[in-house]
DNA sequence: CGAGCTCTTGATGTGGCTCAAGAATCGTGG
DNA sequence: CCACGATTCTTGAGCCACATCAAGAGCTCG
């Protein structure tokens, strides 16, 4: 499960794509930040901030924290030896990280943007789950969201076209960052992240980008700026 | 959510596969059977035989019911509009269904082989989450792994090529029905499930499992009864 | 023992990947 | 505020892994 491992090209296995660089290491500088908990966890709670493009924590490393982000955008990412990577989630404000992973964390937790997190001691945070029934509650019912996230995505993954996936996400995150209504998105993660997230390359992620554009389904202001001018026929091209 | 629209074709979207057959519903007959939980909630559960193809429940439909599996193989199946299918999991002894879904069923419930299951109705199953932290917290152990398997197969359906996810497939399998140490597995899916499961075409499956035997890495008796060759260059091959 | 599956194999097609330039965009320092 | 180097994004040409289409070959179970 640990992350850099010397290159062992099979005979034949798709050509090796160059392991995206090491983030640097998060300083985890504390800084002042209202908790804004409704358990007993927000006793045990440290603030950190992050700087964009730093590494909160690496798969493979023990699992000493878990996180809440308060603000900012991070991903989710896991490499196979060969440094072909896939992005598991976005987390965005109030989404948690690390209490699904046992002995070490599955998936590293990087920083897209400069972010505002919570770090809980593990120890501390799993005996407040235990103490405290209305955490553990809370908890359990956060895994169940992420958990169908995850079903949803392989539902995407695994039998969609490139703009189905496209539109999914699209959708997806529109929803999230601004409520069922809202027609606008500003992505905080780059073309080769949406690209690793859906399985597809930058290529055919900006390729279908144009497409939905000439389709009249969205418009960008800056090439991470989008606007959906047809969320129906959006919809529509996701399925489901 | 539900699982019979009728079919709107986009203009060009990959065209229709005929939806799997809809199974039949379940009879449920009740059958004598020791529960074997550990926790309060063998008071409340139901021992329920379900037979080989029959549906336990539809995606859409309320969920009612919990269910634990006692004996036999199933699978968690959804369905787009257009009938392209995935196969979230195959569940086994052990396994859990139906305790992450909210308001409905997400996926579909399926027999693949003769099944003994033990059915608790959700109320009383949430219940007794809320009254035995014991129960609480094993269902969150359950769903921490039911979650950290959605991700390995992120993983193998967003980047691995098709021998690697059949190699990944079977590794799996075959500890889940034999342990860390065994070389056999029967296994209870027919080609299509394994196909919808890993993303793949039938016929893909079908030539990489020649392939495979061509490479001495595994060999048939029997369409279904896999064994494992060479594991060590099955693993190398499935990667990570 | 034969009807209906499921599985295998072959021929051909194609969606998305790879390789290769450019064009925008963004930081940064002068 | 602008120049410019670096990064990210777009676009094109060609290719390849896997899908599709089409037969057969085994199984399985009335």
Redesign the interface.
Known sequence: ?ATAYAV?Q?S???RMRPAPPPPRKAEAGIIPLLPGITTELHRIGTPVAVARGEEVCAAGSPTDYVYKVVDGTLRVS?L???G???I?SFLMKGDFFGF???GDY??SLEALTDCALIRYPRRRFDAV??AD?QA??Q??RL??Q???A??E???T?????AA?RLATFLIAMTRRQGGAGSRQVALAMPRVDIA????LTIETVSRVVTQLRRQKLIDLRGSNDVMLLNPDGLE??A??
Chains 1, 2 share one sequence.
């Open positions: 499960m062992q099979h034949d296995l798709p896991r196979l030896p060969d072909r990577r896939h598991a699904a992973d046992l599955s998936h789950l235990e029934p553990g509650q908890m359990f895994l169940c992420q958990f169908n995850a079903n995505l392989l539902m993954l695994s039998r969609k076209t189905e690793d997230h859906l399985g529509d091209l399925g489901d």
